[in-house]
């Protein structure tokens, strides 16, 4: 028999007019002072997957790490070969082929840690199965956009949401496929 299915969920911050990060990919103006969620979050995933300038930015900000030890990285690449490389696996070929044998196997829920692009192609696909918004008290203006057109109209249900006292608004939806 088998359990129940490993979810996709896109966990991000972003600004309030809908950036994750500034057009050079900075993301200074994120808050970083409390965990907002963040180690919960980490306990029910085990996979998380990005493209490579995600990974890139990654390393910038933490070179050598990864997102903590229980959580294997993989990366989406057009430009590197497929392989092991720094604990994180760069893979190549159809996201939907990939996400449905890493949901054969037996595991926690599985991190769409972005970016744009990517979450673009996982969307297409209705691969997505949540949606974790951290929104940021923030208008940067200009940016990398939360979800880049053209993107698929998509239904999503609110299942919760959190408000903390920096005025950081956390969402939780479902999409309904």
Not at 12 to 28: E, F, N, P
């Amino acid at each position: 028999m088998l359990g129940i299915m490993r979810r996709l969920k896109y966990y991000v911050a972003c600004s309030l007019d809908g950036y994750i990060s500034r057009r050079d990919g900075s993301v200074d103006w994120l808050f970083t002072d409390q965990d907002y969620g963040m180690a919960e979050f980490f306990r029910g995933v085990d996979i998380a997957v990005m493209g490579r300038r995600t990974w890139e930015k990654v390393q910038e900000l933490a070179p050598g790490r990864g997102f903590g030890p229980g959580i294997t990285n993989f990366v989406f690449s057009r430009t590197r070969p497929p392989g092991v490389y720094q604990d994180t696996t760069f893979v190549a070929g159809d996201i939907g082929e990939w996400l449905w044998s890493i949901r054969q196997q037996p595991g926690r829920d599985i991190w769409l840690v972005g970016g744009g692009e990517m979450v673009r192609s996982f969307l297409q696909q209705r691969l997505v199965d949540e949606v974790i918004l951290s929104v940021h008290p923030r208008l940067l203006g200009q940016g990398v956009p939360l979800f880049p057109e053209p993107y698929p109209e998509a239904e999503l249900e609110l299942s919760g949401c959190k408000q903390f006292p920096t005025g950081l608004v956390q969402m939780f939806y479902r999409v309904r496929h």
